[in-house]
């Protein structure tokens, strides 16, 4: 049995529809809310692996799963840009890596099709705030404004709707956006479906977007800004995407948005890099027990409330002016 593995957030669900839009294949799909990486483990567990692909999580914190895979004799196709460590040598791993700050999985996969299904590739680049390389490719696709306009709010939905704690905080199902999207080969016949996810998405997003109207930074300094979010499912759901808004709308400075946990004894972390020097959002969190990510964004699972002080100090350190 094939295993596909990835991400629950807008680049990896776009990763894996370009590659079954043109390869179709029977298979096991493994995803969770986004912030769920550690999915290989779950299909090395199995004993039915034939092969697997994997899209948009860290090799790195997958390592001890893909290795067993590998030892197995199992054909493991990977394409990622996040962390990696190492790239194993193995005659059944096929690498599709790159840790370049300005790319992300669905565009590795775009260029791994040779631009087959490039407007849903544009979708995923946009949901995954690598807006100038979207635009780009909007550009050279020969795309109107209003085809961009709804590329980008498509991928912003879909990204939005990947962030929670656990499958009940989202509006759909990662598994269930992927299924439903298989039908939809051209993204824009979303937009002619009125009864389609894109719209029940943009409700709860416009929904939960007007909490923020009540939201002030926590902290707001000339190179970074700081805000806290409290213990609410529409705050774990809007968290990434406000993230990527308070990037776009101030490129010079990074932000860091803390969702308070449903225990109250912690935070998620999203960190996002200044847009006009998208690196150190890793360096941050991996100072922090459960931190990890990418140089342009990064995040941390359970941020100690009582580290919150040590965190800001670290932020300050990392984007100091």
């Given amino acids: 049995m094939h ?13 894996l529809l370009q590659l079954r839009l043109a390869e179709p294949k029977p298979s096991k799909l ?16 199995q004993s039915d692996v034939s092969s ?23 054909c493991v196709f990977y394409c990622d840009h996040h962390q990696s460590g190492d790239i194993p040598q193995s005659p059944y791993l096929t690498p599709l890596i790159n840790l370049d700050s300005e790319i992300c999985t669905s565009l590795l996969i775009n260029q791994h099709l040779k631009g087959q299904f490039q407007a849903w590739a544009i979708a995923g680049a946009f949901g995954d705030n690598m807006t100038k390389r979207a635009l780009a490719l ?13 590329l980008k709010e498509l991928g912003t939905l879909l990204n939005y709707n990947g962030y929670g704690a656990n499958l009940d905080d989202l509006h759909i199902a990662p ?4 299924r439903t999207l298989l039908n939809f080969p051209d993204p824009f016949l979303l ?14 997003y416009q929904s939960d977007h007007q909490q923020l109207a009540s939201i002030s930074p926590y902290l707001n300094k000339e190179s970074y800004q700081v805000y806290l979010l409290p213990n609410a499912a529409w705050a774990r759901r809007i968290s990434g995407v406000f993230g990527n808004q308070l990037a776009n709308q101030e490129p010079n400075k990074a932000c860091a948005v803390l969702t308070l946990n449903t225990d109250e004894s912690s935070y998620t972390v999203s960190v996002r ?43 300050a350190g990392q984007y100091k002016c």
């Avoid at 986004?34 to 779950?42: F, P, T, W, Y």
């Avoid at 937009?191 to 943009?202: A, G, V």
């Fill in 52 to 74: 697997v692909t994997v899209l948009d999580i860290s090799l790195d914190k997958n390592r001890p799963a893909l290795m067993s895979l590998l030892e197995q004799g199992v």
């Fill in 138 to 150: 909007s550009e050279q696709s020969g795309l109107s404004d209003s085809q961009v306009g709804f």
């Fill in 175 to 178: 598994v269930d956006v992927f």
């Fill in 273 to 315: 890099a200044p847009l006009n020097r998208r690196e150190g959002a890793d360096e941050v969190c991996n100072q922090f027990a459960t931190g990890g990510g990418r140089r342009a964004a990064a995040g941390i699972n359970a941020l100690p409330v009582e580290e919150l002080e040590r965190f800001i100090q670290v932020m």
């Fill in 3 to 15: 295993y596909d593995v990835f991400n629950g957030d807008a680049d990896g669900i776009i990763a």
């Fill in 191 to 204: 937009q002619q479906d009125t009864s389609s996810l894109f719209y029940s998405l943009r409700s709860g």
């Fill in 30 to 45: 493994i995803t969770g809310v986004k912030r769920d990486i550690q999915l290989l483990s779950q299909v090395a567990e």
